[in-house]
């Protein structure tokens, strides 16, 4: 699988504690993106999506903690500290405001962002992103699966997890680098961002906080996340927009990039900077 064309790679050190390993693109000068991928995934979790940007955009997509080619500390693993490494990441790379674009539960962590650093960030992107999973029933099987697993992770546990989810086809060069990727992820950091994120964050009663117009994407055939928790959480955000994808599952930017390239581009430059 080839690496998005013109894309540079580079490290950088957080005042949070850990290195984060990242890819960039386009324009230096230009407005800028921030990609915050999933559980379990990396910044190839875009890579689909960077090529069509547009280079006058000023594109980053970090491995986040414990994911990917950054560090895996021991510790510290809840929104509180993705948030924090979000701020200290732009800190680092010497961005003051971009547009945050999160998947999944990476759009809980840009979410966070968005509500305690709100000078952090202009516009917020949501993409198959649940309002929360705390009290989900229909996660406790897949949580006691995690409390068994062990390293190394196999290859099938995170490939069966992948398959579920998808609702359209997409390349199996490319699902297959998402799941080489994928395992590079130890196994308690399985269980600790799980706990952490996916299990431990509500911030449905702070939706009237977010003050950054807000692009909320979800496919019509996400087996995870009822419409109706997007409707209500587009309702409740004061500048949002809810767009809906028809024969679309829950990873809409890996099986519709061409899609949410184009509503993302419509979106910021229909947004006063």
Known sequence: MRQPTQARFATVHLATGPRLHYAERGDREGEAIIFLHAYADSWFSYGRVLPLLSPAYHTFAPDQRGHGNSDKPECCYAADDYAADVDAFMEAVGIEEATLVGDSSGGLIAQRVALDYPHRVSCLVLIGSPTTLVNNEALMGWSESLRTLEDPVPPEFVRALLESIIHY?????????????????????????????????????????????????????????PREEQERRAAAIPKATLKVYPETGHLAHWVRPEWVVRDLEAFLKATPA
């Open 169 to 225: 086809p997409i390349p199996e060069e490319f699902l297959e680098k998402a799941l080489s990727e994928s395992l590079k992820v130890p196994a308690r950091v399985w269980r600790d961002y799980w706990e952490g994120v996916v299990l431990a964050v509500d911030d449905t009663a702070r939706y009237g906080e977010i003050s950054a117009p807000t692009l909320i994407l979800w496919g019509a055939q996400d087996a995870l996340l």
